[in-house]
């Protein structure tokens, strides 16, 4: 989006909670070829960004938590809109698509309670009732604060499923769905690849599924040598970070990093740690 380094070479001042709405705007309508008009509230909270997806939905964006992350990182606004209209534009391919569901297109995404939240509110802004919101996301519980959705992710994009699409498959909506998404999530292993040694490793994939890659850890611990039971960091959705817990020194520094990646990446997930027990991720004690 070269358009951004024009938007942000001005001298706007970025603690300006308007003039961060007014760009963020410009840019939803300049890269998505769509028009934008603010609702304007008292503070970012209550305003929001209504554009159309080419389908003509009407999308809303609430403008109080991107607000907030451009002036606490000014110096990263750019990367905050990219990540917030490659969002969008998924949202819309999402609502607009009428296209069916390949089965081996199923994959798992580790998601936070709080992207749950805001996906809520905005498509509760499109007028959706509670009943029609629950439908529109399937998601399970995984540990705390993280959740997995669940995603049909082909050469049209990606897109997240609704109960019926799953049913339109032939799927039930609990743990055959799961384990599908595992299975098709798994055949993406030889891709894999690890950085780092001496018991801190973090593993790579494709920077959509690498954090959602921590619900194959039986599978990744072969390949990576760990002092103890692992310790995860999953900070972002494309960051997955591995070390042992009798590693003290390795075990603060995955925490250490973790609140790092997680305060300037747009694509947050949890600064906790976690561990692996009876074949489930459990936050760590």
Same mark, same amino acid.
């Given at each position: 989006?070269?358009?951004?380094?024009?938007?942000?070479?001005?001298?706007?001042?970025?603690?300006?909670?308007?003039?961060?709405?007014?760009?963020?705007?410009?840019?939803?309508?300049?890269?998505?070829?769509?028009?934008? +008009?603010?609702?304007?509230?008292?503070?970012?909270?209550?305003?929001?960004?209504?554009?159309?997806?080419?389908?003509?939905?009407?999308?809303?964006?609430?403008?109080?938590?991107?607000?907030?992350?451009?002036?606490?990182?000014?110096?990263?606004?750019?990367?905050?809109?990219?990540?917030?209209?490659?969002?969008?534009?998924?949202?819309?391919?999402?609502?607009?698509?009428g296209?069916?569901?390949?089965?081996?297109?199923?994959?798992?995404?580790?998601?936070?309670?709080?992207?749950? +939240?805001?996906?809520?509110?905005?498509?509760?802004?499109?007028?959706?009732? /509670?009943?029609?919101?629950?439908?529109?996301?399937?998601?399970?519980?995984?540990?705390g604060?993280?959740i997995?959705?669940?995603?049909?992710?082909?050469?049209?994009?990606?897109?997240?499923?609704?109960?019926?699409?799953?049913? +339109?498959?032939?799927?039930?909506?609990?743990?055959?769905?799961?384990?599908?998404?595992?299975?098709?999530?798994?055949?993406k292993?030889?891709?894999?690849?690890?950085?780092?040694?001496? /018991?801190?490793?973090?593993?790579?994939?494709?920077?959509?599924?690498?954090?959602?890659?921590?619900?194959?850890? +039986?599978?990744?611990?072969?390949?990576?040598?760990?002092?103890?039971?692992?310790v995860?960091?999953?900070?972002?959705?494309?960051?997955?970070?591995?070390?042992?817990?009798?590693?003290?020194?390795?075990?603060?520094?995955?925490?250490?990093?973790?609140?790092?990646?997680?305060?300037?990446?747009?694509?947050?997930?949890?600064?906790?740690?976690?561990?692996?027990?009876? /074949?489930?991720?459990?936050?760590?004690k």
């Amino acid at each position: 989006m070269s358009f951004l380094k024009k938007l942000f070479g001005g001298k706007s001042d970025p603690q300006n909670w308007r003039e961060i709405t007014k760009s963020l705007a410009h840019a939803i309508s300049t890269s998505l070829n769509t028009s934008t +008009e603010i609702e304007w509230g008292p503070g970012p909270a209550q305003t929001r960004i209504i554009s159309k997806s080419p389908g003509g939905s009407t999308m809303t964006t609430f403008a109080g938590n991107l607000v907030v992350r451009c002036q606490a990182q000014p110096e990263n606004m750019r990367e905050i809109f990219e990540a917030h209209i490659e969002t969008l534009a998924e949202d819309m391919r999402m609502i607009d698509s009428g296209q069916t569901v390949v089965l081996t297109d199923v994959l798992p995404m580790i998601k936070s309670q709080e992207w749950l +939240e805001v996906a809520r509110k905005q498509m509760q802004a499109t007028g959706l009732t /509670g009943e029609e919101l629950e439908k529109r996301f399937i998601h399970r519980p995984l540990q705390g604060e993280l959740i997995v959705v669940y995603v049909a992710d082909s050469e049209h994009g990606m897109a997240y499923l609704s109960h019926s699409q799953v049913a +339109e498959i032939g799927l039930a909506d609990g743990e055959e769905l799961h384990q599908t998404a595992l299975n098709n999530l798994r055949r993406k292993l030889g891709d894999v690849s690890y950085e780092g040694g001496g /018991g801190r490793y973090a593993v790579r994939l494709d920077n959509n599924y690498d954090a959602s890659l921590a619900l194959l850890i +039986e599978d990744i611990l072969p390949n990576i040598e760990i002092n103890g039971q692992p310790v995860l960091a999953i900070p972002s959705r494309d960051e997955l970070l591995i070390c042992g817990d009798q590693d003290a020194e390795s075990v603060q520094s995955l925490q250490d990093v973790a609140g790092e990646i997680f305060a300037v990446n747009p694509y947050t997930i949890s600064k906790q740690l976690y561990t692996w027990a009876d /074949g489930a991720i459990v936050l760590l004690k």
